[in-house]
């Protein structure tokens, strides 16, 4: 299971989920450009010190990541548009989870090379949900569904 950030534009957010990758030992792409510098002080106040915990890697662009895919991964786009709820999509160990910009989510052609959309229902008139709580959402219901969540720590 991998998490992918095409082009995130709010250093906070993918601060967040480089954090929850670390946490959950599950890799971070961050497709570029990112709409903020690297070494933003937000991204690094999100990320703490669970940035070197944890596996990340940046994408040039999203041609360098689609080549860079292993051929069995699926690549799960997290969007409003589509009607497949992520409760009722079924997971494999090696999906790709992949969230857009906060600003505009993906183009058309990301959109289209997506081996799947999933959505997370909600009340009208809401729209979207946070990207970072809408991924920790569905990443948690793909780790349950693969029996992939780290295990319980030892002692107490």
């Not at 409760?87 to 857009?100: H, K």
Request: aromatic share 6%; with cysteine.
């Amino acid at each position: 299971m991998r998490l992918a950030l095409y082009e995130p534009d709010i250093p906070p957010n993918a601060g967040t989920l480089i954090r929850l990758g670390a946490c959950l030992d599950v890799p971070v792409d961050i497709i570029e450009p990112c709409g903020f510098p690297w070494g933003d002080r937000d991204l690094k106040r999100a990320a703490m010190d669970y940035g070197r915990l944890g596996e990340v890697i940046r994408h040039a662009s999203w041609e360098s990541f689609l080549t860079s895919k292993p051929p069995e991964a699926r690549i799960v786009l997290l969007t409003t548009k589509t009607q497949t709820r992520f409760l009722d999509f079924a997971y494999r160990p090696s999906d790709i989870l992949l969230v857009g910009r906060e600003s505009a989510g993906v183009p058309g052609h990301v959109h289209e090379a997506a081996d799947a959309r999933v959505t997370i229902p909600m009340m009208p008139p809401a729209r979207s949900l946070n990207v970072a709580l809408a991924a920790s959402m569905v990443i948690s219901e793909a780790l349950r569904q693969t029996n992939t969540f780290p295990p319980p720590p030892s002692g107490g």
